[in-house]
């Protein structure tokens, strides 16, 4: 079986493609939460299923797998990138959760709450709505980060 290597993109496609895979991921829990219809639930279940093939088809192999990939198997440059990556991904993902319970507790017992534009949400509906998005966060955050942050390959990778 003749397998072909896989293309690797350029900065601004990877780029693209992570600002991709969040718009679809965060569109789940915005739809859960404002209790559209079954087709705007589906639209969202679609961009799941979008936001894992970006991520395991296209960033993870353009990425070289760095963010997954023990010590042996990286050299000193990519060992750097890979935990400036984890460093940078876990105070995103920190700022991230410290917003999302300032706006719960600004939704259910806060300032916001009796307000006619709040969703009637339960804290149990909100929580289990944006679950899926956060264990996402955690996954795909250090590969997003070295996607977006490292440049161009060189002109013969790209062949």
């Keep these: 079986m003749i397998v ?10 990877r780029r693209v493609l992570v600002l991709a895979e969040y718009a679809a991921i965060f569109s789940y829990p915005v ?5 559209g219809s079954a087709w705007w639930l589906l639209i969202a279940v679609v961009g ?5 093939l970006i991520h395991e088809r296209l960033l993870l192999p353009s990425t070289q797998k760095i963010a997954n990939k ?9 060992t750097a990138v890979r935990d400036d990556a984890h460093r940078t991904a876990y105070q995103v993902l920190g700022s991230v959760i410290l917003v999302a319970l300032v706006l ?4 259910t017992t806060g300032p916001l709450s009796d307000r006619p ?5 339960s804290v149990r509906e909100l929580v289990s709505s944006v679950t899926p998005t956060a264990i ?4 795909s ?4 980060v070295i996607a977006w942050a490292e440049p161009d390959p060189d002109p013969d990778e790209l062949l």
């Design 4 to 13: 072909a290597k896989a293309r690797r993109l350029s900065q601004r496609e």
């Design 31 to 35: 739809v859960a939460i404002l209790r």
């Design 48 to 52: 799941i299923v979008a936001t894992v």
């Design 70 to 78: 023990a010590d042996a198997d990286l050299d000193e440059r990519q």
């Design 104 to 107: 719960l507790q600004m939704l």
């Design 117 to 121: 534009w709040t969703p009637q949400i």
């Design 136 to 139: 996402w966060l955690y996954v």
């Design 141 to 144: 955050l250090p590969t997003a």
